[in-house]
């Protein structure tokens, strides 16, 4: 009972990180944007965030406010190399990734290995000492509630607002979007400055909640999980939550497996998340069918005078 307990009550430090990844990735595909830089943002996020937080009198608030500009920034940097200047979509997210890892290998060494306080649970008196669940729904800290939050928003920006119904044009028939008087430039790069902002809470939180250390690479791929997470989801909001409490649950069990001793090879455990990654890539292939749900003009640059 206890390792169920505990598996629940750290689940969404493993699934925050995630879900809240694949929401800014969802903004920008949805856009017709192909972001594969996303582990490259998250890094640079989490480096902010540590600085911000040992530099500014241990402010978890403020370290996080800082990871969602660092987000911004990177992502309206990889923006306007992909929409202004219409650069190749996938070479320019990878490069962003080994952007991510050089920089901050470059500059964080000072905060680097450094314990961080982060965020703190909430506790509420009667609900968070209910058995089996009461920690995992009522003894989270503050943006895992937030995230929840962050889900319902998205979804009803895309699906019950005319921007959302612009930008979803705007992934699927630029051209007609176009043709209706939609600005299909300033969508996707405000798409993947806001989806980078997303993106930079995330690694925020890596640092600041799941994790509460920087180190180096210290995204392990999640940046790539994230990306299948939103093929998974089917590129839907509420999919995502889902799926990221499959992946978060898969990844915070494996401490837990760890601790009980159990004879299962340490590198078969790590490889894990993987694994599952690699089968959800082979679920969405053939349950999709070539992708038929992806808009159908994501990775595709828009010239205007192109338009017929």
Same mark, same amino acid.
């Given at each position: 009972m206890d390792f169920i307990t505990f598996w629940l009550a750290s689940m969404p430090l493993f699934s925050v990180p995630l879900v809240v990844a694949a929401l800014g990735l969802i903004l920008n595909e949805r856009a017709g944007v192909l972001n594969l830089g996303c582990e490259g943002i998250m890094l640079c996020s989490a480096l902010a965030a540590a600085a911000a937080?040992?530099?500014?009198?241990?402010?978890?608030?403020?370290?996080?406010?800082?990871?969602?500009?660092?987000?911004?920034?990177?992502?309206?940097?990889?923006?306007?190399?992909?929409?202004?200047?219409?650069?190749?979509q996938v070479v320019t997210g990878i490069t962003v990734v080994f952007l991510g890892s050089g920089l901050t290998g470059l500059i964080g060494v000072p905060w680097t290995n450094v314990a961080l306080g982060g965020l703190q649970p909430i506790r509420i008196p009667g609900?968070?000492?209910?058995?089996?669940? *009461?920690?995992? +729904? !009522? $003894?989270?800290?503050?943006v895992v509630y937030i995230t929840i939050l962050l889900v319902a928003a998205v979804w009803y920006f895309l699906y019950r607002t005319r921007r959302g119904l612009e930008l979803r044009a705007v992934g699927e028939n630029p051209q007609a979007a176009d043709a209706d008087g939609v600005n299909v430039e300033g969508y996707r790069l405000l798409s993947a400055t806001v989806g980078g902002a997303f993106i930079g809470l995330a690694g925020g939180y890596l640092a600041l909640g799941s994790a509460k250390i920087f180190v180096f690479d210290m995204t392990q791929g999640r940046g790539w999980i994230a990306v299948a997470l939103v093929i998974f989801a089917r590129w839907m909001?509420?999919?995502?939550?889902? *799926?990221?409490? +499959? !992946? $978060?649950?898969?990844?915070?069990?494996?401490?837990?497996?760890?601790?009980?001793?159990?004879?299962?090879?340490?590198?078969?455990?790590?490889?894990?998340?993987?694994?599952?990654?690699l089968f959800v890539l082979i679920y969405a292939a053939l349950r999709l069918r070539a992708g038929q749900?992806?808009?159908?003009a994501l990775g595709m640059p828009y010239v205007r005078q192109d338009r017929r």
């Open positions: 937080y040992i530099e500014f009198g241990n402010s978890t608030a403020l370290g996080l406010i800082i990871a969602i500009i660092a987000g911004a920034v990177v992502g309206f940097g990889f923006g306007f190399f992909v929409v202004v200047l219409r650069t190749n609900l968070t000492d209910v058995p089996i669940i *009461g920690r995992f +729904l !009522f $003894g989270q800290d503050p909001p509420w999919r995502a939550l889902a *799926g990221g409490l +499959l !992946f $978060g649950g898969i990844e915070a069990i494996i401490p837990r497996i760890k601790a009980l001793g159990l004879p299962i090879p340490q590198y078969f455990l790590e490889m894990a998340p993987y694994a599952v990654t749900d992806a808009p159908k």
